[in-house]
Nanobody, 118 residues
Framework: QVQLVESGGGLVQPGGSLRLSCAAS????????MAWYRQAPGKQRELVAA???????NYADSVKGRFTISRDNAKNTVYLQMNSLKPEDTAVYYC????????????WGKGTQVTVSS
């Protein structure tokens, strides 16, 4: 069984920062891509940032220059440093991992709420 557990969400004022963490645990042989998605009320889930096992990264245009994704492969953990937060960043943020357990598949965390408001 594989679990992804996010942490670090909360309420922050516009212009503030938050750091999200997502730890993968369980029967894991290898992890390829890890990514962060978000879903705001009434909107579709969207990719925020992704990190490949080779070190490549990509970001949604809306967060480029403000968010940074990083990984600690030894800990099976991915982070999302979010700076200069805006009200439109408010959403539930989900961690996603493309990994090999008993089979190859994609796993999701349950999400963590980020609210940007004064």
């Amino acid at each position: 069984q594989v679990q992804l557990v996010e942490s670090g969400g909360g309420l922050v004022q516009p212009g503030g920062s938050l750091r999200l963490s997502c730890a993968a645990s369980g029967r894991i042989f290898s992890i390829d891509a890890m990514a962060w998605y978000r879903q705001a009320p009434g909107k579709q889930r969207e990719l925020v940032a992704a990190s490949t096992s080779g070190g490549g990264t990509n970001y949604a245009d809306s967060v480029k220059g403000r968010f940074t994704i990083s990984r600690d492969n030894a800990k099976n953990t991915v982070y999302l440093q979010m700076n200069s937060l805006k009200p439109e960043d408010t959403a539930v943020y989900y961690c996603n991992a493309d990994l090999i357990s008993n089979y190859r598949g994609r796993w999701w965390g349950k999400g963590t709420q980020v609210t940007v408001s004064s």
